[in-house]
């Protein structure tokens, strides 16, 4: 009897504190749709911080962590299970289920061997090589760089720490790649001009606007992509990870995750936003958002500053949050329009959009300058540049024309020193470059200038090309010089009205993507040297989904930092 007893009151407990939580998180859902309709100001058009942070609130997913950890145990029984002997390998192809051209090598060694990867290419300048560190007899080894619709050819040497050499052959084979990627047709490749990195490891990376993002080698072919679709962010890490912004559920419309994982598609931590924002139309009713809308960068805490809509119904893209690299929680909120005049956002009139939000600044880029503690900023609809303190964010300095700027906003102008100089429209990709050196009050800027003038700036060139520029910007003096350009030879050919990049990719190789080339039907990387002007790479892209134009080209190693691949669980 008391048995059965202690039974029906255990029972009874447990369905009231599933109710009773079920009822609390209905509530609490209801306060916070409530809150979100009800948004609360500092002042006239401006949230306050502590509304921001409640709109977007970020959430630690451990969801593909844990499924990650999942196939790395089994793998790891599979290597201790393993016969020694090179022939008795086990060969996975897309081993974390997302990277498809990606492989993985497991084999066990009688003696302790180095292990060096060669993935065979067409030509030596396509062939990868990557020597692993260290000397093992369980060996597991990463491999990157495979062919699409291929049986590629990857051969281990093994070697002794007396100096035996031996070598082994496997064959991994791999499907087609996405039809979305598109057509790249080659148009120049010369390899030995071209930044390649040690081994041939380093591919051009085509960043999706919203789809495939793909790594192509010295001669145009495809040899990394990954199967889930990312939208603009795709960097790498102190650590050598990647940090990508993607959807929560492949199924969903918007990208609301923001992954760390790596080339192998390994998921070691993840933030999810709602995106449950008011509408314009009718603040009344709430619809899903992407939050991270252009980009994300790791500063020297190694914490993460995100471009993202604050979750206003009036307006977009003109928020940064600094979150917490650990727990996903906002640190820092930085809203521009406390920084920029009012009637920037007031009085905006340059574009429009179907929802009715205004897009008055359209941040699409920004690079941490570390040497002064300052945040260089790029907004595409006000044609602006702009540097603050990052603790005080107070402004340093504006690089822009000085149409429609109130007074005491003129004292930051930047003077240029260059005869007939243009200033820039509608720009991308901003990037501090030569940062190691000492550079005393001056600074190097690389930008992409799409020389399209949305908010100041327009002249008889506006809209006749588009290039990879770099500037020299005396703080002190407050002054701006142009020197290097490139682009305008190009012609109207390769105008981009919206997206691009120009980066510094070493041996004074510059790589510009041509993003919206042909009002969004091509996409061209052009790799060229600053100093004779001269092109060593070229592709086009042609063929793409709509929408999915290459928002940057970027020049990035499969082996960032030389690291090898290991059977770590992730924790």
Do not use: C
């Amino acid at each position: 009897m008391t048995k059965k007893f202690w039974r029906i009151a255990g029972a009874v407990v447990v369905v009231l504190l599933i109710v009773g939580g079920a009822t609390a998180y209905h509530e609490r859902h209801l306060i916070r749709r409530y809150l979100l309709v009800h948004q609360s100001y500092a002042q006239k058009d401006v949230l306050r911080t502590g509304q921001i942070k409640l709109n977007l609130r970020p959430a630690l997913s451990t969801k593909n962590t844990t499924a990650t950890n999942k196939l790395t145990a089994s793998y790891q029984k599979t290597l201790k299970a393993l016969p020694t002997g090179k022939s008795h390998a086990k060969v996975v192809v897309n081993p974390y289920k997302t990277s498809p051209l990606s492989g993985l090598i497991l084999v066990k060694t009688a003696q302790p061997t180095q292990v060096k990867l060669t993935v065979h290419g067409d030509r030596p300048a396509t062939t990868i090589h990557q020597t692993l560190k260290g000397y093992q007899t369980r060996h597991s080894v990463g491999v990157l760089g495979l062919y699409a619709n291929r049986t590629n050819r990857v051969t281990l040497r093994f070697t002794t720490k007396a100096g035996t050499v031996t070598r082994q052959t496997y064959r991994l084979t791999t499907g087609k790649a996405p039809h979305g990627i598109g057509t790249n047709t080659l148009k120049t490749s010369k390899p030995k001009q071209m930044v390649l990195g040690n081994g041939h490891t380093k591919l051009t990376f085509a960043v999706s606007s919203q789809g495939y993002t793909y790594g192509l080698d010295a001669r145009g072919k495809i040899r990394w992509y990954g199967s889930q679709k990312i939208s603009h962010v795709f960097k790498e890490l102190a650590n050598h990870h990647l940090l990508i912004l993607t959807k929560i559920d492949a199924n969903q419309h918007k990208y609301n995750a923001l992954r760390e994982t790596d080339f192998y598609g390994r998921v070691y931590r993840q933030y999810n936003f709602s995106g449950l924002f008011p509408s314009r139309q009718d603040p009344q009713k709430l619809a899903t958002n992407t939050v991270i809308h252009h980009d994300a960068i790791e500063l020297p805490n190694h914490n993460l500053l995100l471009t993202v809509d604050d979750g206003s119904k009036k307006f977009v893209e003109d928020t940064m949050i600094e979150i917490d690299r650990q727990t996903g929680k906002i640190q820092k909120v930085i809203d521009l329009k406390r920084i920029l005049p009012k009637s920037a956002y007031q009085q905006y009139t340059g574009t429009h959009r179907p929802d009715g939000k205004i897009d008055w600044f359209h941040q699409n880029s920004m690079t941490y300058d570390k040497k002064r503690n300052e945040l260089v900023v790029s907004g595409r609809n006000q044609d602006m540049v702009f540097a603050i303190n990052y603790k005080t964010t107070k402004l340093k300095w504006i690089l822009a024309a000085p149409e429609k700027l109130p007074k005491r906003y003129q004292q930051y102008l930047l003077k240029p020193t260059t005869k007939h100089y243009r200033y820039n429209g509608g720009q991308h990709a901003v990037t501090l470059i030569h940062q190691n050196q000492h550079q005393g009050d001056s600074v190097e800027l690389e930008f992409y200038d799409n020389n399209v003038p949305v908010t100041r700036g327009k002249t008889a060139q506006s809209k006749k090309w588009s290039a990879g520029e770099i500037v020299t910007i005396n703080q002190l003096k407050r002054t701006v010089t142009k020197t290097w350009e490139f682009g305008q030879q190009l012609g109207q050919r390769n105008f981009t009205n919206i997206v691009g990049s120009s980066y510094a990719v070493g041996k004074g190789n510059t790589l510009i993507g041509f993003g919206y080339a042909d009002w969004g039907k091509r996409s061209e990387f052009v790799e060229v040297n600053r100093k004779t002007n001269r092109v060593v790479f070229d592709v086009d892209r042609t063929h793409f989904a709509h929408g999915d134009w290459s928002y940057r080209a970027q020049r990035m190693s499969l082996y960032p930092g030389n690291q090898a691949f290991t059977l770590q669980t992730i924790k």
